[in-house]
């Protein structure tokens, strides 16, 4: 069925093009930190361009890079009113979920004892507290959750990275609806 020779010449063919192949996945995978924030901006832009276009022709905005800023702000105003409108009744069913919770254990739990209790309990066990605190047990768990935190900061820093790059990708954004045109006919 397939009883083809394969001579030197198709050899290096596929080889070569296996290589090229390889080689475009490696960059890919190796700019893809840069391309992504890219790709992203591209692919808003191809979805936000027909609205450019309709502020910029239909409604008679003359210069485009004034087209481009008043779509990404009416962009971000939809997505404000959106999250407006969400998050603020997140916020109420939260805070009557935290009343119920505290009317609950005051009346069922015995609630206003909660505290004299903890007290007391600590009053008693304070010389077993101290000795925790003084022995390789309580060492051992700070050795332990100091990498915790570490992590938790990386963290952080990782979630102000994210900010950057969505700033980049916003900049992206611009630049690529405001050539939009110019881009998509060549």
Request: with cysteine; net charge positive; proline share 4%.
């Amino acid at each position: 069925m397939f009883e083809e020779k394969i001579t030197f010449d198709k050899f290096i063919r596929w080889f070569l093009v296996a290589a090229l192949i390889f080689a475009v996945f490696y960059v890919v995978n190796y700019l893809s930190h840069a391309l992504l924030p890219f790709f992203i901006a591209w692919f808003i832009a191809y979805l936000l361009n027909p609205v450019v276009k309709f502020v910029q022709y239909k409604l008679r905005v003359k210069v485009r890079p004034i087209a481009v800023i008043i779509t990404m702000l009416l962009v971000v105003t939809v997505i404000s009113c959106v999250v407006f409108a969400i998050v603020p009744p997140m916020i109420n069913q939260v805070e009557k979920l935290g009343d119920a919770a505290n009317k609950y254990v005051l009346h069922t739990a015995n609630g206003n004892r909660i505290m004299v209790m903890v007290r007391e309990w600590i009053q008693e066990y304070l010389p077993q507290i101290r000795h925790y605190i003084n022995s390789a047990d309580f060492t051992a768990t700070i050795k332990s959750s100091i990498p915790k935190l570490f992590s938790f900061l990386g963290q952080t820093a990782s979630i102000v990275f994210s900010v950057i790059a969505s700033f980049i990708t916003l900049l992206y954004l611009f630049f690529i609806l405001l050539d939009y045109e110019r881009l998509a006919k060549n």
